[in-house]
């Protein structure tokens, strides 16, 4: 895959309305035309702290193609079992550790995420580092 991975906190500030981050969300993707991917974790995390017409709108938008939503395996549990057990310091949610799954998948580094300091501590195929887009400037 090309393109980026999605984490909660770019969908949360694309989605929420008044949030400080909307608008370098929004001209990011204005001026990005890249595939976006993520797991659907990060869908039922996002929607945790978006009002119910966000909800319905970042569902909208990925109906419409604005993000691919991959569904993990049971076998893909195996690998975010091995994330959770490598990063036990870290103390990892499952959304992310799904993300960690998707990198190894299909192998893209690129990350839009709030979250740089944890995916930067993370590794993926061959110990590389998670590529943090810059996005918030």
Not at 28 to 55: M, N, Q, S
Not at 65 to 82: E, H, K, M, N, Y
Request: charged content about 25%.
């Amino acid at each position: 895959m090309t393109g980026a991975l999605v984490d909660t906190g770019f969908l949360i500030a694309l989605f929420r309305r008044g949030d400080k981050l909307r608008s370098a969300a929004r001209a990011y993707l204005r001026e990005h035309a890249h595939a976006l991917a993520t797991v659907t974790p990060i869908i039922g995390e996002t929607c945790v702290f978006l009002d119910t017409r966000a909800k319905a709108d970042l569902l909208e938008w990925t109906i419409r193609g604005g993000l691919s939503v991959v569904d993990i395996p049971a076998d893909g549990f195996v690998a975010i079992r091995t994330t959770f057990l490598k990063y036990a310091d870290r103390d990892l949610d499952f959304a992310d550790a799904a993300l960690v799954w998707l990198a190894m998948t299909s192998g893209c580094r690129r990350i839009l995420t709030v979250d740089a300091r944890d995916f930067q501590a993370l590794r993926v195929k061959g110990n590389k580092p998670f590529e943090i887009v810059s996005w918030m400037d």
